[in-house]
């Protein structure tokens, strides 16, 4: 089996800063694709941000100058610094990684739990 943990969401005010992380444990050969989505209060799960193993990413529009994607591949983690936080970044955070547990092409979505960040105006 395969777990994602994710940290470091949390309460800022408007104009701040956060970073996620977000660590892949267990049955791991390697993983392609990592990345965040997130969802609001009422609103569909939107993707955030994507990167795949060899470093190329790609980002909501919404999110395009003030959020960076990066991972470290050897840790199999993923990261999202997130800046110039606006009131409408508000949400559960959620990462994801398509891992492949053997010697073979089949990659596997897992996803984490949720990560909340609550920014105040």
């Known amino acids: 089996q395969v777990q994602l943990v994710e940290s470091g969401g949390g309460l800022v005010q408007a104009g701040g800063c956060l970073r996620l992380?977000?660590?892949?444990?267990?049955?791991?050969?390697?993983?392609?694709?990592m990345g965040w989505y997130r969802q609001a209060p009422g609103k569909l799960r939107e993707l955030v941000a994507g990167?795949?193993?060899?470093?190329?990413?790609n980002y909501a529009d919404s999110v395009k100058g003030r959020f960076t994607i990066s991972r470290d591949n050897d840790k199999n983690t993923v990261y999202l610094q997130m800046n110039s936080l606006k009131p409408e970044d508000t949400a559960v955070y959620y990462c994801?990684?398509?891992?492949?547990?053997?010697?073979?092409?089949?990659?596997?979505?897992?996803w984490g739990k949720g990560t909340l960040v609550t920014v105040s105006s």
């Open positions: 994801y990684a398509d891992v492949i547990t053997g010697p073979h092409p089949d990659a596997m979505e897992y």
């Open positions: 992380s977000c660590a892949a444990s267990g049955s791991i050969f390697s993983i392609n694709a």
């Open positions: 990167i795949v193993r060899g470093g190329s990413s």
